[in-house]
């Protein structure tokens, strides 16, 4: 599982680690040849465009490998610069602390996947490059989707909740195509007991 990313400010991918790269380096499980035969890129309700199936396809396959221009953090960082930051359709996927895919440029299809918080598909790394693998059988017209887990970042701004709200319909939607879930509170620790009453203590805002 790797994450995507936001278009700045990604220093390293937070939150939930990349996974690191596995040390295979041979063989990896090729995608299916035409995944075209198999999903259609349309309009999509929830966000954007969005994958369809065409037909059933069974979990297990993979569909697509996430292609673009890899490049590091730095150099995505520098290209987004002055880039929309309210903008939430990224096409970046942060392999690992090193590497960032860019499927804006010399990307395919796979680009336009949403996200989801139940998802059918998953992202995985191998040798360093990420694929698109189905881990429940999609039925035909079903949308594509995974887990962008997009990490948090310091400098994020204060809605960056709301910019990047989810809404997947999903029964076990979390809100948000960020991860974590929620913003860690920062150093807050709460007293074992002391009584939640009165305190008035609540939430902290973050700076
Ligand atoms: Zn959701």
């Known amino acids: ?18 996974a690191p790269a596995k ?14 035969k198999l999903v259609k890129v349309r309009n999509s309700k929830v966000h954007g465009r969005g994958v369809f199936a065409l037909k059933r396809i069974p979990k297990g396959t993979r569909i697509w490998e996430y292609v673009g221009e890899r ?30 895919i860019d499927a804006t440029r010399d990307g395919n ?40 887990q997009i990490g948090r970042d310091r400098n994020d701004p204060p809605d960056v909740d709301v910019i990047y709200a989810c809404r997947c319909g999903s029964p076990k939607c979390r809100g948000t195509m960020l991860w974590p879930a929620k913003r860690p509170e920062p150093r807050q620790r709460r007293a074992k007991t002391a009584a939640r009453k009165g305190a008035g203590s609540g939430k902290r805002k973050r700076a």
């Open 71 to 100: 490049m590091s953090h730095k150099r995505v960082n520098e290209r987004y610069e002055g880039a929309d930051e309210r903008d939430n359709h990224t096409f970046l996927f942060a392999v690992d602390r090193n590497v960032v």
């Open 1 to 18: 599982m790797a994450t995507r990313t936001k278009h700045k400010g990604a220093n390293a991918p937070a939150g939930r680690k990349a």
């Open 23 to 36: 040390k295979q380096t041979a063989k990896v499980k090729a995608p299916v040849k035409d995944a075209l």
């Open 109 to 148: 299809d796979s680009r336009f996947i949403n996200h989801g918080c139940d998802p059918n598909c998953e992202s995985t790394i191998e040798d360093r490059r990420v694929f698109i693998d189905v881990i429940r059988t999609i039925k035909p017209g079903e949308d594509l989707n995974y887990d962008y």
